[in-house]
T-cell receptor, first 114, second 113 residues
Framework: AQKITQTQPGMFVQEKEAVTLDCTYD???????LFWYKQPSSGEMIFLIY????DQQNATEGRYSLNFQKARKSANLVISASQLGDSAMYFC???????????WGLGTSLGVNP | DTGVSQDPRHKITKRGQNVTFRCDPI?????LYWYRQTLGQGPEFLTY????????KSRLLSDRFSAERPKGSFSTLEIQRTEQGDSAMYLC???????????FGPGTRLTVL
């Protein structure tokens, strides 16, 4: 079975600084995909970045990058130059099974201080 | 291209009443997922449709829950005889093809009094 562990319940970062959100995963599938989503207080789940298990390079999307260490089964999200609007819950997820349903972690609450 | 939409955004109901939620996926997305998220938790998978076929249901989906996707377009999730434990955010997501990213709607927040 697939599992996602996010060990940081909450953290703060100073505006304009970089921050790393941790995610470790467990799966027996050789092919898998890892996702990061942002959930503001409004509740909508916003897709940020995706990393496939066979991707040779770490994924990047604007200020978001994924530090993918396959041997350690970790997929940490790095947000560069934090902005006040980055304050939200951040979830790591992995897809499972033929139907590609997502298995989620408990999330990390990020606060950005001005 | 419009995103995933859900209706209603908020629903308050009394215990024992039936409620129905609607999800309109991104056009041409053939995969549709329902998730439930309670306070302080990550979302949990409920059910999955490929076109009009419901291909997987979680054990979380008790007999009081039913979902449909007629004609492979919009989907409805109905909860009969609601209980206080059903209070949660119900999230709908769609994706275009096998393994593609799931895009979520704004969710329906259900409160059962």
């Amino acid at each position: 079975a697939q599992k996602i562990t996010q060990t940081q319940p909450g953290m703060f970062v100073q505006e304009k600084e970089a921050v790393t959100l941790d995610c470790t995963y467990d799966t027996s599938d050789p092919s898998y995909g890892l996702f990061w989503y942002k959930q503001p207080s409004s509740g909508e789940m916003i897709f940020l970045i995706y990393q496939g298990s066979y991707d040779q390079q770490n994924a990047t999307e604007g200020r978001y990058s994924l530090n993918f260490q396959k041997a350690r089964k970790s997929a940490n999200l790095v947000i560069s130059a934090s902005q006040l609007g980055d304050s939200a819950m951040y979830f790591c997820a992995i897809y499972a099974g033929n139907n590609r349903k997502l298995i989620w972690g408990l999330g990390t609450s990020l606060g950005v201080n001005p | 291209d419009t995103g995933v939409s859900q209706d209603p955004r908020h629903k308050i109901t009394k215990r024992g009443q039936n409620v129905t939620f609607r999800c309109d996926p991104i056009s041409e997305h053939n995969r549709l997922y329902w998730y439930r998220q309670t306070l302080g938790q990550g979302p949990e998978f409920l059910t999955y449709f490929q076109n009009e076929a419901q291909l997987e249901k979680s054990r979380l989906l008790s007999d009081r829950f039913s979902a449909e996707r007629p004609k492979g377009s919009f989907s409805t999730l109905e909860i009969q005889r609601t209980e206080q434990g059903d209070s949660a955010m119900y999230l709908c997501a769609s994706s275009l093809a096998y393994g593609d990213t799931q895009y979520f709607g704004p969710g329906t927040r259900l409160t059962v009094l």
